[in-house]
């Protein structure tokens, strides 16, 4: 189980990234394309130096599976690729579900 002495932290994130939402094939705040199997993430805006975490690696656990991907927005989001290998079958099924992280 993830802990914050691992350096795990835990906290909601929502899915993005379908034709319903509007955000497939749309760029990310680094200029990235949101596609069905990009591996990003976006951080909160309200985060301390939120835009230091863009370009970094973060690992993301729910469920039993775990996920590593690129912070290239911001807010914490997943795309399609992050949530499908979390084990939801759509940005709608995601929703919004309480996740485990920590940057690499």
């Not at 802990?3 to 932290?9: A, F, I, N, R, T």
């Not at 200029?31 to 863009?54: E, F, H, K, W």
Request: glycine fraction near 14%; charged fraction near 15%; proline fraction near 3%.
């Amino acid at each position: 189980t993830p802990s914050s002495s691992d350096g795990w932290h835990s906290g909601e994130a929502s899915a993005y990234g379908s034709t319903s939402d509007g955000t497939l094939g749309e760029a990310t705040a680094t200029g990235a394309i949101v596609t069905q199997s990009s591996m990003g993430v976006a951080v909160s805006m309200s985060m301390p130096n939120y835009r230091d975490y863009l370009g970094r690696s973060v690992e993301i656990s729910y469920g039993g599976r775990t996920g590593v991907a690129t912070v290239n927005d911001c807010v914490l989001d997943l795309q399609p690729g992050v949530w499908s290998a979390l084990g939801a079958s759509s940005c709608e099924d995601w929703g919004v579900r309480t996740v485990s992280y920590r940057f690499l």
